[in-house]
């Protein structure tokens, strides 16, 4: 027969209990931690393998995270779940919408905003260098069959489709689209350097989707945050910038558009008389 | 043998290139970028080039972008080539057929359906969406400015004044 607790024995026998459960649970919580750094390693390394389809290292991906997430719920830690699920929601709805472009619409809850950048970089390069490859040639027969011709651009798509091993239409949608603004831009470039233009001003949507550099280029420059000289709008100003930004934006498929402006018009946007 | 004189006389030497088409082009060149950029900025932002509200989408199109998982406020872009097309030319012998001054157009045809860009904001006008085509008060208060900046520093080369002496 048990020896009954008297009050203060009872009081020692539940703290001594919650000390066991936190010492328990602190340790299921940095197992759990070492399986995630795992699983990010891990994922890392299948990006960095070019053996199977993107989609399919995506799906796998996600089908591991979605494993952890489970196990996870069923060891009762939901709030391990929630501060990771806080940490990476807004990178993660971003990339995730973004993904639509490329025809994969994954469904998670939490990724490491690293990794999604990897993918996202890694479906980028695979279409860019296809356009480097193949594509080139047609893309610009493309653009000045319906720039300076009258060739539909729903035409042009099916066109390009038709030729471009790998990619989906909706793809193959985006690319001619992106190479469309690209040429546009190139235009208007080239207007404002006979124009002696001072000042580019970043415009465009600033939503979930919208890249760090993009953000970056709408709020870090001068006036109202959107204002660059000439001289500073470059690759240089932030590090995920690849290509010039007046011609390429933010990235592939960028929403965003520089326009070529006076000093004047900078100034009356609240650019300082010094520049 | 007459005495030696002095004259002096005052020039005045008006230097007539600060009126020439070709500077008029370029300053009204400079001035449709600046509009080309306000009204973009306008439009991102949901406005007309007047400032007022855009008109909404239609209820079916908002689904049909909430079912995309894009935003539903209106921006008036689809793809972003249309918006991006619109260039600024200067002068007769670009798309701009003005001599001595410039205008805008939506260049290409990278619209889907088979439209022109051009013939594509025409229809979003026809809609009743304001697709930038036309100067707001703004803008020509904007363009004003602009030549009298230009012809307030251009005073000082209209009228040159030199002294030459003769003796």
Redesign the interface.
Known sequence: MLKELSPRELEAYRKRQEQMLDDVTDNVKVALADVYRDFIARFKGTLSSASKSQTVELSEAMATMNDLTTYLQEAGLDDLINGYGAQFDRITQGSL?YF?AFDVAPDLTGLDEDVLNAVILRHENKILASVGRELIDPLEQALIA??VG??????IVAEIFEIAEGLTYRQT?TLV?TT??Q???F??EE??K????EYY?Y???L?DKTRDACEFLMKGGRGDGSFWTKEEFTADLHPDLVDNPVIAGGGYNC?H?A????A??ARENGVGADG | MADKFDIELDTLDIDFSVFSDKENE?IA???M??V???Q??AT?DGKTVDGGDLKEYSPAYKRQLEK??E?TDT?L?R???M???R????GPNSVGKIRGGAESAY??????????NEQLAKELRRKGYDVPNRFAKKDVD?VV??FR?HLNMAAGKLFKSASKKFS
């Open positions: 919408e639509t319906s720039t009258n060739r539909p651009r729903d035409a949608e689209d469309y603004r040429f546009h831009r235009v208007r207007k404002a006979d124009l002696d233009l001003t415009v465009g949507p939503d929403r558009e326009y070529p402006v006076t004047e018009f | 370029k060149g400079r001035a970028a600046d080309i950029a306000r973009a900025k991102n995309e998982g935003s921006d872009r793809t972003g080539t918006k991006g097309s260039q600024g030319s200067k260049i290409g045809r990278a619209a889907r359906g088979g439209l022109t904007l400015k602009r900046q």
